[in-house]
């Protein structure tokens, strides 16, 4: 098993910035593909962004391209989201997600391609 806890939501004014953090812990061989998605009231949830196992390979949602920024340090078992220019539509419920993923560097973009989800943070941008 794998758990995933992210931290660093919270309120913020529209224009600001947040860092998401997600720590991965427990049982974790080989290499695994991380991602973010995000569930606004009422909505489904979503794609945010997605890095392969080494971070040289990211994917974003158009929603959020040259806003966000996902990264990672394996040493840590972390991965990160950099969100900037944060705008209302952007409030939400972020989870991370990971997928054990042997032998690849790939990323993935939808959720029932993930393995394991932590519980989620909650973003809310004001106006």
């Known amino acids: 098993q794998v758990q995933l806890v992210e931290s660093g939501g919270g309120l913020v004014q529209a224009g600001g910035s947040l860092r998401l953090s997600c720590a991965a812990s427990?049982?974790?061989?080989?290499?695994?593909?991380m991602g973010w998605f995000r569930q606004a009231p009422g909505k489904e949830r979503e794609f945010v962004a997605a890095?392969?196992?080494?971070?040289?390979?990211?994917y974003y949602a158009d929603s959020v391209k040259g806003r966000f920024t996902i990264s990672r340090d394996n040493a840590k078992n972390t991965v990160y989201l950099q969100m900037n220019s944060l705008k209302p539509e952007d409030t939400a419920v972020y989870y991370c997600?990971?997928?054990?993923?042997?032998?690849?560097?790939?990323?993935?973009?939808?959720?029932?391609?993930?393995?394991?989800w932590g519980q989620g943070a909650q973003v809310t941008v004001s106006s």
């Open positions: 890095i392969g196992w080494s971070g040289g390979r990211t």
């Open positions: 997600a990971a997928r054990l993923d042997y032998g690849s560097d790939s990323y993935y973009a939808r959720e029932n391609q993930y393995n394991y």
């Open positions: 427990g049982r974790i061989f080989g290499t695994y593909a």
